[in-house]
């Protein structure tokens, strides 16, 4: 897993083999975003569209933004990107839609990962023990604490995530454990990044004082934007109603911090608490000479779940970069279906 606040930029749309039209956004003007109002439901097969295009893309970085994009689509619709993810020649495409087996329980299709648990890839065995695990199967832990010993910080970082996620309380002294070792090979400011991710994997298994870690972490140095990006992003997925002025704060603030940065602290913000997040200074990204921040706006309007939001959206899906029309094809999915994901025990 590449630990990074967003998308990394990509070439345009112009030189990918796939590029989708979305006819609900062409007879729009980009004039007046905000005041938009668009169809729900032609939206968002348009959404369904421009992602089954991308699921059959010759670029890895599309299959699996894809993939993840339609975390919130239909599971008939969602179970077939995940099958053909499951057999992808790119590491990082399985271990994307291996995940979501795991992550929105579609066990039918957890028969499929046994051989996955002999991947050439270490993360996709990991990410296959989980899913694995949250199908009621049984796993083998030791495998998972041996990763978090690592010097791969990917592996490290993957290892954490999943033992969080998977709720196993005899997963806590493994993390501790490796929170104590250093690899001399990993760099300072990649290691507190992995450090942010065993905090996170704590909490989720019940050590709720990791939170100071965490919130501790929004407040690094410029330098260190980074470490801030993922601590927005580990507090909005927290849900972490303690930070919310502060994030408030970063992203009203001009000039503070990157643009990036501000972006991802307005998601964690609508992962929160909804209604919190301005409309107005997002929105403005719509417009960005970044592709990168196009996006990140995107996940952000989709986050927020705000129904006018579809308007700009149903734009954003016709846009130049293929990355783009992704991240608004899935914030499309996740407004309209803000009820799709259930907890499952």
Request: net charge negative.
């Amino acid at each position: 897993m590449v630990v990074s606040c967003g998308p990394d930029p990509i070439d345009r749309a112009s030189e990918d083999p796939w590029s989708s039209k979305n006819p609900t956004a062409t007879s729009l003007q980009r004039g007046n975003q905000s005041a938009m109002v668009v169809d729900g439901s032609t939206v968002e097969q348009s959404a369904l569209s421009v992602l089954a295009q991308a699921t059959d893309s010759t670029n890895p970085r599309y299959r699996a933004n894809a993939i993840e994009a339609l975390r919130y689509a239909p599971i008939p619709v969602l179970e077939k990107a995940v099958r053909l993810g499951l057999g992808d020649v790119n590491r990082g495409v399985r271990f994307v839609a291996t995940m979501m087996v795991g992550d929105r329980h579609l066990c039918s299709t957890s028969i499929l990962l046994e051989p996955l648990l002999l991947d050439v890839s270490t993360s996709v065995q990991a990410a296959a023990m989980y899913s694995i695990y949250k199908c009621g199967g049984r796993v083998d832990l030791n495998p998972l604490g041996e990763m978090l010993q690592s010097d791969n910080p990917e592996l490290r970082g993957n290892a954490a995530m999943v033992l969080g996620k998977m709720g196993n309380q005899s997963a806590k002294h493994m993390i501790r454990e490796a929170l104590k070792t250093e690899s001399s090979s990993i760099s300072p400011i990649r290691r507190r990044l992995i450090n942010l991710q065993m905090a996170e994997a704590l909490i989720l298994l019940g050590d709720t004082e990791e939170l100071e870690v965490v919130r501790a972490a929004i407040f690094s140095s410029a330098q260190e934007a980074e470490v801030t990006g993922i601590a927005c992003q580990i507090a909005g997925r927290l849900e972490d109603v303690e930070v919310i002025s502060t994030l408030e704060s970063i992203l009203l603030t001009k000039g503070r911090y990157p643009d990036e940065i501000r972006l991802v602290a307005a998601t964690a913000l609508a992962e929160i608490s909804p209604d919190r997040m301005p409309l107005e200074p997002v929105l403005r990204f719509t417009s960005s000479d970044s592709a990168n921040l196009r996006s990140q706006c995107a996940t952000a309007l989709g986050a927020q779940g705000n129904r006018l939001s579809l308007g700009p959206l149903a734009l954003m899906m016709d846009d130049s970069d293929p990355i783009v029309q992704i991240s608004a094809a899935g914030a499309v999915l996740r407004i309209n279906n803000p009820d799709s994901l259930v907890e499952v025990d």
